[in-house]
């Protein structure tokens, strides 16, 4: 045979069996080739297997002191209810690895409940726990879920977000966390037994029950509706941490009632005789209080970890403003900054946001509705403005909806 003729060798994959031609670049060694399809896939599955292992294989768990203080990284006061989430997390895992001590003592799980007004930060505890934690973890809303069979969310898929989370291990997610807001909407009606199914209220009460307590559940892998000739998967729930979070909003009338502060006619502390605040009043919640407003004693018993948060003042909600790592302001000022401009807040306008947001009596979450407004004409104009060097807003930008002060590098200035 010719030279000529010859044929050139095809190289090929060693994992997939593409050829040079059929793929973007092919790596060779000695006797082996990989193709970029497969480094990509190997790349993630090494990924996959990280996320996978656990705390004690990937390093200690962080100390109750080292939870805390990344939570203040995150999130603005609410101290006392940070100490308990911190430690509540630590012992979970210290219960989870008990084995080896020598003893026959089983450590029982602490479910958490959370009580606070809205805009304290109950949702974002959860989530900056999510951030610090190496641990699958899981936020689902009480919201959607309903009695099975209805329309709406079956229970079971409170555990589905865990697994999905977990990449699917079963092993990390018997392990992992979860997080229920809104547990306050599936409260009860009304306090006497209805002849009717409250299917989205007590029948979601009754069905969380075994779950927080500890069962076996059976759930579809892909979430969704339970068929008999599905695949499901069996999730023991007896190491899986539950914590609960609701605003209860009308549950400060029901302390108010118990502590008798209407007896005195003013609304006021019988002890101290000035009048409570909300955030004052959801400290001195009791079992019975929560009776009162909805929840079954059964599911009040599983949640025997209490913590109220309370309303955040003008300073708390100027810290929340400027302070964090993803603050607000400091959004804003990367926003800006984007476009080679500076964004100068005074101080006079950072006070007036407060004033509007203290009004509001929303907390933290009326903070960003405050600021796009007050940012939505500045955004708009800024791309399209030449040699634009900084923009100051004042309290008058704020409060009356005036001009900001427009800054330029040149005296040319863009119409």
Not at 97 to 120: A, C, M, R, W, Y
Not at 142 to 162: K, Q, S
């Given at each position: 045979?010719?030279?000529?003729?010859?044929?050139?060798?095809?190289?090929?994959?060693?994992f997939?069996?593409?050829?040079?031609?059929?793929?973007?670049?092919?790596?060779?060694?000695?006797d082996?080739?990989?193709?970029?399809?497969?480094?990509?896939?190997?790349?993630e599955?090494?990924?996959r297997?990280?996320?996978?292992?656990?705390?004690?294989?990937?390093?200690?768990?962080?100390?109750?002191?080292?939870?805390?203080?990344?939570?203040?990284?995150?999130?603005?006061?609410?101290?006392?209810?940070?100490r308990?989430?911190?430690?509540?997390?630590?012992?979970?895992?210290?219960?989870?690895?008990?084995?080896g001590?020598?003893?026959?003592?089983?450590?029982?799980?602490?479910?958490?409940l959370?009580?606070?007004?809205?805009?304290?930060?109950?949702?974002?505890?959860?989530?900056?726990?999510?951030?610090?934690?190496?641990?699958?973890?899981?936020?689902?809303?009480?919201?959607?879920?309903?009695?099975?069979?209805?329309?709406?969310?079956?229970?079971?898929?409170?555990?589905?977000?865990?697994?999905?989370?977990?990449?699917?291990?079963?092993?990390?997610?018997?392990?992992?966390?979860?997080?229920?807001?809104?547990?306050?909407?599936?409260?009860?009606?009304?306090?006497?037994?209805?002849?009717?199914?409250?299917?989205?209220?007590?029948?979601?009460?009754?069905?969380?029950?075994?779950i927080?307590?500890?069962?076996?559940?059976?759930?579809?892998?892909?979430?969704?509706?339970?068929?008999?000739?599905?695949?499901?998967?069996?999730?023991?729930?007896?190491?899986?941490?539950?914590?609960?979070?609701?605003?209860?909003?009308?549950?400060?009338?029901?302390?108010?009632?118990?502590?008798?502060?209407?007896?005195?006619?003013?609304?006021?502390?019988?002890?101290?005789g000035?009048?409570?605040?909300?955030?004052?009043?959801?400290?001195?919640?009791?079992?019975?209080?929560?009776?009162?407003?909805?929840?079954?004693p059964?599911?009040?018993?599983?949640?025997?970890?209490l913590?109220a948060?309370?309303?955040?003042?003008?300073?708390?909600?100027?810290?929340?403003?400027?302070?964090p790592?993803?603050?607000?302001?400091?959004?804003?000022?990367?926003?800006?900054?984007?476009?080679?401009?500076?964004l100068?807040?005074?101080?006079?306008?950072?006070?007036?946001?407060?004033?509007?947001?203290?009004?509001?009596?929303?907390?933290?979450?009326?903070l960003?509705?405050?600021?796009?407004?007050?940012?939505?004409?500045?955004?708009?104009?800024?791309?399209?403005?030449?040699?634009?060097?900084?923009?100051?807003?004042?309290?008058?930008?704020?409060?009356?909806?005036?001009?900001?002060?427009?800054e330029?590098?040149?005296?040319?200035?863009?119409?």
């Amino acid at each position: 045979m010719s030279r000529k003729n010859a044929k050139m060798p095809v190289y090929r994959c060693s994992f997939c069996g593409r050829s040079a031609q059929e793929v973007e670049s092919l790596i060779s060694g000695p006797d082996v080739h990989i193709c970029n399809d497969c480094v990509q896939s190997a790349s993630e599955i090494i990924e996959r297997h990280k996320k996978e292992l656990s705390p004690s294989e990937t390093g200690p768990l962080l100390t109750p002191e080292e939870i805390k203080a990344r939570l203040d990284e995150h999130v603005i006061g609410q101290e006392h209810a940070k100490r308990i989430l911190a430690v509540a997390v630590y012992n979970h895992y210290k219960r989870i690895n008990q084995k080896g001590f020598g003893d026959d003592v089983e450590i029982e799980k602490s479910n958490i409940l959370l009580i606070g007004p809205t805009g304290t930060g109950k949702t974002l505890l959860a989530q900056s726990l999510a951030r610090i934690l190496n641990v699958p973890f899981a936020i689902a809303d009480a919201t959607v879920l309903t009695e099975a069979g209805y329309v709406g969310e079956d229970v079971e898929n409170i555990l589905v977000r865990l697994y999905q989370a977990s990449n699917f291990n079963l092993e990390q997610t018997q392990r992992g966390i979860i997080y229920i807001d809104e547990i306050d909407k599936i409260a009860r009606k009304n306090s006497n037994p209805s002849i009717t199914r409250d299917v989205s209220g007590e029948g979601v009460q009754q069905a969380i029950l075994k779950i927080l307590e500890g069962t076996v559940s059976s759930i579809p892998p892909k979430g969704g509706r339970k068929h008999p000739e599905q695949n499901m998967v069996h999730i023991d729930t007896r190491n899986i941490l539950f914590i609960c979070g609701g605003a209860f909003e009308g549950l400060e009338e029901v302390i108010r009632r118990r502590v008798g502060e209407k007896n005195i006619g003013f609304e006021q502390d019988v002890e101290s005789g000035h009048k409570m605040s909300k955030s004052e009043l959801y400290a001195r919640v009791e079992a019975e209080d929560l009776v009162h407003f909805g929840l079954i004693p059964e599911l009040i018993g599983r949640l025997p970890v209490l913590s109220a948060l309370h309303e955040l003042d003008r300073d708390a909600l100027l810290r929340v403003l400027t302070e964090p790592k993803n603050a607000l302001l400091k959004q804003y000022k990367k926003l800006i900054q984007m476009e080679g401009v500076e964004l100068i807040f005074k101080e006079d306008a950072l006070n007036a946001v407060i004033d509007i947001a203290l009004k509001t009596k929303t907390g933290a979450r009326s903070l960003r509705s405050i600021m796009e407004k007050v940012m939505l004409d500045i955004m708009f104009r800024i791309p399209s403005m030449e040699n634009l060097k900084s923009v100051t807003i004042n309290a008058d930008v704020v409060a009356k909806g005036k001009e900001p002060v427009f800054e330029f590098s040149t005296d040319k200035k863009s119409a």
